[in-house]
């Protein structure tokens, strides 16, 4: 049985412990992410003068390209359910524009009608609660304003990410994840992405695919960048011994080597970029 108040500890717990790592990759993660993001914030509308609500922020590497378009006149409130992760991004952030909130996705204590945009990169998807999360969302914007998602699309599209979470699965004996229940592809099919938007009352869905593909010197570098800073994948091998975690991150490595080439590791990533009117 699937339990979200467990699973929402446990996840708050690994982001405690990643904080560091997914800070110190942030270079790293930008670059990546940077097509994905700046599709994203123009699909939430962003300019100047904006007031942005970024949930599940992390680090804040998007709640700072936000606050870096809504100008000396705009403001940005970074939510995290994580207090540690957003101590990364309150050390970055400009204090007149960029505040970070400790808050949980579903339950956003926020002033109704109060943003001209929410964002939310590659955060969504972990919510155990989708549908709480984006009503929340949808109650803190203004009428007309604009949400805009980061997700990943399918798994057989997403091969270093949906690689190792195969391989986690095997040895941790861990069965499928159920329709509903969080995790990295859970809105990777863009028809119950756009009804699960539609439901919570956002009008005007658009779902564009973005290709990101992940670049790396080589399979051990991304296997060290998934190791160190990837919460999700840290909660599946939590049950196994330490021998047994290190045996799995040591296939993963080989099994990512397919993607290593003459001008080094690129594995394929699409994400979407789902967004809507309120």
């Known amino acids: 049985m699937f339990d979200a108040k467990q699973y929402k500890t446990t ?63 705009g403001y940005v409130l970074a939510t995290d359910l994580s207090p540690a992760i957003l101590k990364f991004a309150t050390s ?12 949980d996705g579903e339950h956003l204590a926020v002033s ?3 943003f001209d945009a929410v964002i939310s ?18 109650a803190a914007l203004r009428p007309g304003g604009r949400l805009a998602t980061v997700v990943y699309s399918t798994a057989d599209r997403n091969g270093f990410f949906a ?24 809105l990777g099919d863009p028809e119950r992405a756009e009804t699960l938007f539609t439901e919570a009352g956002f009008h005007d869905v658009r779902i564009e695919a973005v290709p990101s593909p992940l670049r790396m010197s080589d399979a051990a570098e991304c296997t060290r960048f998934e190791r160190e800073s990837f ?4 909660q599946m091998l939590a049950g196994l011994p330490e021998p047994e975690r290190d045996a799995a991150w040591a296939e993963i490595e080989d099994t990512l080597r397919r993607f290593d080439g003459p001008d080094g590791f690129t594995a394929p990533c699409e994400m979407l970029v789902i967004s809507g009117v309120r």
């Not at 040895?171 to 990295?184: M, N």
């Not at 919460?231 to 840290?234: D, I, K, V």
């Open 163 to 186: 690689l190792p979470v195969g391989i986690i699965r095997r040895r941790a004996q861990l069965p499928p994840p159920q329709p509903g229940q969080p995790g990295p592809f859970s």
């Open 92 to 103: 970055e952030a400009d204090a007149a524009t960029v505040e970070t909130r400790e808050l």
């Open 112 to 114: 109704p009608g109060s």
């Open 231 to 234: 919460g999700a994948l840290h």
């Open 11 to 73: 996840t708050r717990a690994q982001w405690e412990e990643a904080a560091e790592a997914w800070h110190r990759w942030g270079p790293r993660i930008e670059s990546w992410l940077g097509p994905a993001t700046d599709r994203m914030l123009d699909a939430a509308g962003i300019g100047p003068g904006s007031r942005v609500l970024d949930v599940a922020a992390g680090a804040g590497g998007q709640s700072l390209a936000a606050a870096r378009r809504a100008g000396r006149d």
């Open 121 to 138: 990169r590659v955060g969504l998807i972990y919510f155990p609660d989708q549908h709480a999360a984006l009503t929340g969302m949808h």
